[in-house]
């Protein structure tokens, strides 16, 4: 169970949007590269050398932003005719590149580490990586948990809250990322046997 699970309710939120941008001319592949474009922008910028606490908190609120995003660019594929195979493309490839982007800002954050970040990122990649080979063995796409990218997107915007708001980070939370890990590779291996069960 993860927080995908949620995720048919907040389409349904955002259907009128999406048809409103349908008859705009928007495509779903300009959402989706709006979408990876943003991620990179706020990502870098919570990068630069002695980035300002309070800055962490556009990562919660831009996370809000992409979820509607990812959640339209969806939307205007399958509902409105939109579907095509550079969309496929975009579509993953923006998701890791997004995530990547997002989570990075937290290894110039103590007592978060480098390294430990670096194992999060790549984890998240081969999870995602592990979820979209569903279709090549003849399954879905898989998007099994416990810690998918609605997950992992919770836990960075409440570490982004919580540094934004300028509270002190308490020396054992050095081992969220470890932690996160462990998880990414239960999730990886929950992938895997479910798109071969599925298969």
């Known amino acids: 169970m ?3 699970a949620l995720k048919p309710r907040f389409q349904s939120l955002l259907r009128p949007l999406a048809a409103a941008m349908a008859e705009r001319g928007v495509t779903a592949n300009q959402v989706t590269v709006a979408a990876m474009a943003g991620s990179l922008a706020v990502g870098g910028l919570l990068c630069l050398p002695q980035c ?17 995003l990812n959640a339209v660019d969806g939307m205007l594929a399958r509902e409105f005719g939109q579907q095509s195979r550079l969309g496929g493309y975009l579509n993953e490839l923006g998701d890791v590149v997004s995530d990547a982007a997002l989570v990075l800002p937290f290894a110039f954050v103590a007592p978060f580490s480098l390294p430990a970040v670096l194992a999060v990122i790549f984890l998240a990649l ?42 002190s980070l308490p020396s054992w939370i050095a081992w969220l990322m470890p932690a996160m890990a462990v998880l990414l590779v239960v999730t990886i291996v929950n992938r895997i046997r479910g798109g071969l069960r599925d298969a």
Do not use: C, M, Q
């Open 2 to 4: 993860t927080l995908y």
């Open 52 to 68: 300002p606490r309070i800055v962490f908190l556009a990562l919660p609120l831009w996370l809000l932003v992409r979820l509607a």
């Open 126 to 167: 081969l999870s995602e990586y592990a979820g979209a080979l569903g279709p090549l063995t003849g399954a879905a796409r898989r998007y099994d948990g416990p810690l998918g990218k609605s997950d992992r997107a919770a836990i960075a915007g409440a570490l982004a809250l919580w540094i934004g708001l300028g509270l």
